[in-house]
T-cell receptor
């Protein structure tokens, strides 16, 4: 069963605007959440993470929000840049460290 | 710093042949993970090691798959005999410890079984 879900397979956003990617999870034991970015023919690259004791973490243009009661997290990218065009994976883990990945969202940033 | 190194980057072979994928983790990382990415199942964990010892291989699809880590700087994933449905991208990742540390991925091996 898919414990981490990214229901939007794709997202198109104009350069300079905000990109919002969403992720839902079902396992209440998850306590650490990550976002990875992936370009074609490359491995996923770690982007940003958040612990379950926080509800927000910010790193430059990237902010991740966690809503534990709703079992929902989101990634905000602002402003979006052409180099942000990639597939973004949401991942979650419990204390055992096994990552569960979502299916990914393809982001296209247009000029 | 060198990242996770995987070889080969591409492998094309015929059904029934043995396939060996290789991974060199980041030095000092205690955990090593093997993933498979397919269109149908996305990114799924196959097996992971801690200090060279296999900890969880519940994701290994069949007995045709095996993985070893003879030392801290090298791991292999072997498929014998290979089948067309094994065609996928296989990723290796490593991390300093489990839990709240991001895993660092190699660039993967694209495997095609004809």
């Amino acid at each position: 069963d898919q414990q981490v879900k990214q229901n939007s397979p794709s997202l198109s956003v104009q350069e300079g605007r905000i990109s919002i990617l969403n992720c839902d999870y079902t396992n209440s034991m998850f306590d650490y959440f990550l976002w990875y970015k992936k370009y074609p023919a490359e491995g996923p690259t770690f982007l940003i993470s958040i612990s379950s004791i926080k509800d927000k973490n910010e790193d430059g243009r990237f902010t991740v929000f966690l809503n534990k009661s709703a079992k929902h997290l989101s990634l905000h990218i602002v402003p979006s840049q052409p180099g942000d065009s990639a597939v973004y994976f949401c991942a979650a883990t419990d204390s055992w460290g096994k990552l569960q990945f979502g299916a990914g969202t393809q982001v296209v940033v247009t000029p | 710093d060198a990242g996770v190194i995987q070889s080969p980057r591409h492998e094309v072979t015929e059904m029934g042949q043995e396939v060996t994928l290789r991974c060199k983790p980041i030095s000092g990382h205690d955990y090593l993970f093997w993933y498979r990415q397919t269109m149908m199942r996305g990114l799924e964990l196959l097996i992971y090691f801690n200090n060279n010892v296999p900890i969880d291989d519940s994701g290994m699809p069949e007995d045709r798959f095996s993985a070893k880590m003879p030392n801290a700087s090298f791991s292999t994933l072997k498929i014998q005999p290979s089948e067309p449905r094994d065609s996928a991208v296989y990723f290796c990742a490593s991390s300093p410890n489990r839990g709240n540390q991001p895993q660092h991925f190699g660039d993967g091996t694209r495997l095609s079984i004809l």
